[in-house]
C-alpha cells in the first residue's frame, strides 16, 4: 500500500541539502579519505618528539589539518546515511571511516603521556613562547590534566579497550532498540497501532485515558520481563565510569565527568538543591493539569496529554522561516538574514520526511562547510516550527563560532550547546504568545512552554539525582541489583512527583530504559542549558544593544574560554543559584497564567 511517503529520489532537489559544499560527489570523498589514511599514519613520527617550540608547532599544525579533513569526512558520510538508512553504500562509508578513526585515536594516545612527563622548565617556556600563543588555551587546558594522565603505555591500554568498556551501551541499544518488542494497541478511534518506542509518546498524549494507561502498562510489561538484564547493563556502565574515574585519580566519578568541561561538581549539585526548592510549584502544575483534565487522580500517563488540543495551523517552509524570522528579531538584522538565507536559498536543511530517512531533528557543525540541519518538517503541526528554530539556534551559533573562532576554538562543549537552541525556542514562544489573539492559542503556548520546563528542568534534574545516588553505591562497592535501582528510583519519584501524585509500580522501571544514563553525568546539561536559556531571553527581551550584543558574543566564543567564563560574558552565572531560580520563577508565573488563561 502506498504510504504517501516519497522514495529518496524522489524529493526535490530544492527540499534537500546541498552537501556540494562538503564534497562535490561521492568519488571525491573516497579519493580524499584514501589520502587523509595516508596522512593519518604520520602521527606516529612525532613520537619522542614533542620536547621543543618548533616540534610543538609542526604537531599542532599537523593536528589541525588532520581533525579539518577528518571533519569533513565523517560529516559528509553520516549525513548521506541519514538520507536513507537503508542505503548500505553510505552506511558503509560511515563505518569506514569510524574504523580507521578508532585506529588512529590508539596510535596518537602518546601526545598527552609525552607531553605532560616534560619538565616544567620545558612547559614553561611552551606557554611563554609566541610561536604558540596561538594554542596556549589548548595547552592550559592539557596541562589541566596533568594529575589524571597516566603513562604513555597505560594511556595505550585504555585507549585499547575503549570498544570493551563500551559493550554495556552496545548491548543497552541492541536490546532496547531491536530485540524489545511491544503488542499492538488498539487507538482512540478503534483501530490497531503498533507500540513502539516512538509511538509510545504518541499514546500517552491520547485524549482517551484508556489509551494511555493500557499503553503505558504493556509497554513498562517488557521491561518488567527483563529488568534483570537491563539491570546488569546499567551497572556495567556506571563501573566503568568509576574505574575510569579511580584510575585517573579523581575522588569521584561526578568530579571525573565534570572536569574535562572546566564544570566544579558545585554546579551540578546546586541544580538538585535549587530545582528540589521549587518543587511545590510543580505539584501545583499537576494538580491543575488533574483538573484541567477532569481527572479524580493523576498518574505518569496523565502528563504528556495536552490540556489544550492543538491549534490548527497550516505554516509553510518559507512561512516558518519568516515567523521565526519575526521571533528573533531582538538579535538583529546580521543574525536573521543569514538564518533565513541559510535555511532556504544556501540549502543547510534536509527539509521534509521520505522513506528510510533518520527520524527527529539535529544540526551538525562544521568549521569549511555550512551547520546542516536534518529536520522532518510538517506544514500542519506548530511544534514543527519550534523545531526548525531549535535546531537553527544550534546552527547560528556554530555559524558565528567558525566565522570568529580559529578552527581550534571554534566548537563548543556540550554544556553550552543546548542554550542557543533553546533560547530561540524561548523568543518564539514569547513572540507568539504576545501576537495571539484567541484564549486557546495563548493558553497552548504557555502549556507548551510549562511542559517543556516540565521535561528539560525538573524531569533532567530527577535523573540527574537518580545518576548521583547510584554512582554513589557503586563508589561504596555496594551491589547494583534491579532491586537496587528500583528502589532509588522509587524514591525519586516520590520526592519529584509529590504525595498527591499516583506512582504506578511500573514507573520504577523507567530508569532501565533511559539511553542518557550510558553517558554518565550528561543529562544535567540539559537542565542548567534551558535555565541559561530562560535567563539569556529575559536580559536580551528587557536590555537594549548591549545585553544583544552580549548574546551574540557569547555565540562566537566557541570553546575559546571556559564555559563559564564564557557564559558570565554573556550575562549569566551558573555557579549561584539565580539563573536556575529565575527558570523556576518562570515556570511558577506561567502556572499562574495558564490558571488565569483557563478560568
Known sequence: ?????????????????????????????????????????????????????????????????????????????FLKSTEDLSNSKYQEMKNSFGLIANVLAEA??????????????????????????????????????????????????????????????????????????????????????????????????????EVRKNAFERFYARYEERQNTFSSLLEGSIRKDVFYAKARGFDNSLQAAMFGEEIPESVYLNLIETVRKSLPALF??????????????????????????????????DDAVMLIGKALAPLGDEYVENFTRGVTVERWCDRYENENKESGAFSCPGY??????????????????????????????????????????????????????????????????????DRKTKAWIVNRELDSIRATIFRQTMFAEFEHRTHKIAEDNSPLSAMTFRQVYRGVLDEYFGSDFVIDDALELECLRIPHFYRGFYVYKYATGLSAAIALADRVLGGGDAERDAYLGFLKSGSSSSPLDILRGAGVDMEKPSAIENAMKRFETLVDTLEEIMG
Do not use: C
Not at 559544499?21 to 573516497?30: A, F, H, L, Q, S
Not at 500517563?301 to 490548527?312: A, K, L, N, R
Open 284 to 317: 501545583r502544575y499537576y494538580e491543575l493539569r488533574r483538573k484541567l483534565l477532569k481527572l479524580d487522580n493523576i498518574h505518569f500517563y496523565d502528563v504528556y496529554v495536552p490540556v489544550v488540543s492543538d491549534i490548527t495551523v497550516n505554516y509553510s517552509w
Open 108 to 209: 596518537s594516545s602518546f601526545v598527552n603521556p609525552e607531553l605532560l612527563a616534560l619538565s616544567e622548565e620545558t612547559w614553561q617556556a611552551f606557554l611563554t613562547d609566541e610561536r604558540l600563543a596561538p594554542w596556549r588555551v589548548k595547552l592550559e587546558r592539557l596541562r589541566r590534566m596533568k594529575p589524571h594522565t597516566l603513562s604513555t603505555e597505560e594511556e595505550r591500554l585504555i585507549a585499547s579497550v575503549g570498544e570493551v568498556v563500551d559493550v554495556p551501551a552496545k548491548t543497552f541499544s541492541l536490546l532496547n532498540d531491536v530485540e524489545t518488542k511491544f503488542e499492538s494497541l488498539v487507538d482512540e478511534t478503534g483501530r490497531p497501532q503498533p507500540l513502539t518506542h516512538e509511538t509510545f509518546q504518541v499514546f500517552l498524549q491520547s485524549p482517551s485515558r
Open 1 to 77: 500500500m502506498d504510504s504517501g511517503v516519497k522514495k529518496r529520489h524522489e524529493v526535490a532537489v530544492g527540499d534537500t541539502w546541498d552537501l556540494t559544499r562538503i564534497y562535490k560527489n561521492d568519488e571525491k570523498w573516497r579519493e580524499d579519505f584514501d589520502d587523509w589514511k595516508v596522512f593519518a599514519q604520520r602521527v606516529s613520527s612525532f613520537r619522542g618528539t614533542l620536547n621543543t617550540v618548533e616540534a610543538l608547532v609542526e604537531f599542532f599544525r599537523y593536528e589541525e589539518d588532520l581533525s579539518r579533513e577528518a571533519e569533513k569526512l565523517s560529516v559528509y558520510a
Open 368 to 437: 569549511d562547510f555550512p551547520p546542516y540541519i536534518l529536520i522532518n518538517y510538517k506544514p500542519s503541526i506548530i511544534e514543527s516550527v519550534f523545531t526548525l528554530a531549535h535546531e537553527g539556534g544550534h546552527s547560528m551559533h556554530s555559524w558565528y563560532s567558525a566565522r570568529t573562532q580559529p578552527y581550534r576554538y571554534y566548537d563548543y562543549v556540550i554544556f553550552l550547546a543546548e542554550i542557543a537552541s533553546t533560547f530561540n525556542e524561548q523568543l518564539l514562544a514569547r513572540y507568539l504568545f504576545n501576537e495571539a489573539k
